[in-house]
């Protein structure tokens, strides 16, 4: 029987391909190598499917890369910011979000926080994941914002501080803190700069 029917998006994709749960498990090569590490070998081994099903799914490296990174943000950036609109007052929000990153820190595969590893790695080079990594900053400076507003107005900050220009801090702070971990290992320090940090904030 002729194959000519046969749907392109077919081609080179065995039956049961789960495209989500594959670009799961994308994303934790790319997390765990980095960009510049991770080859089509290696994402073949994680995900079990061959080079040329994943280009035909995901498109080259680069745009692997670049979904990958959306992904992460659906997941983690938005788990930190969905913390910040949650429950509680605003202190207790950022303290929980705080106590993520001292976790993710802690963590035995020490790979820290893809977002922030992209940036240490590829910068500016790539345009895309550059405006990727920017809005996703953008959108995580204006929740910090509004939660530490809403705390100088609970009265649990210095009013006098903008909230903008601290959330903007905590932000650096933080990217800082988990990249330091990612490449020392030491989780000690992390620790120590939330600490640091939050006594800035709250006072304790």
Not at 112 to 120: A, E, K, P, R
């Amino acid at each position: 029987m002729s194959s000519s029917n046969a749907s392109p998006r077919s081609i080179g994709r065995p039956r049961g391909f789960d495209r989500d749960e594959v670009l799961l498990k994308v994303v934790e090569v790319f997390w765990r190598l980095g960009y510049n590490e991770t080859s089509y070998r290696e994402l073949e081994a994680a995900t079990g499917e061959g080079r040329q099903s994943l280009v035909h799914a995901f498109g080259d490296k680069a745009a692997m890369f670049e979904l990958a990174l959306r992904r992460y943000i659906d997941s983690r950036v938005n788990e930190v910011i969905e913390m910040l609109r949650g429950s509680g007052t605003a202190s207790q929000r950022v303290r929980r979000v705080f106590a993520r990153w001292e976790a993710d820190a802690r963590a035995d595969d020490h790979r820290g926080c893809l977002l922030i590893n992209t940036g240490g790695e590829i910068g500016p080079k790539n345009a895309a994941i550059a405006a990727v990594m920017a809005d996703s900053t953008r959108h995580l400076v204006s929740e910090f914002a509004k939660t530490f507003q809403q705390a100088m107005d609970a009265g649990e900050m210095d009013q006098s501080l903008s909230a903008k220009s601290l959330a903007r801090l905590t932000v650096a702070a933080g990217d800082g803190a988990l990249l330091h971990s990612r490449v020392s290992g030491n989780a000690a320090s992390t620790k120590q700069t939330l600490l640091t940090l939050r006594t800035l904030l709250f006072g304790s």
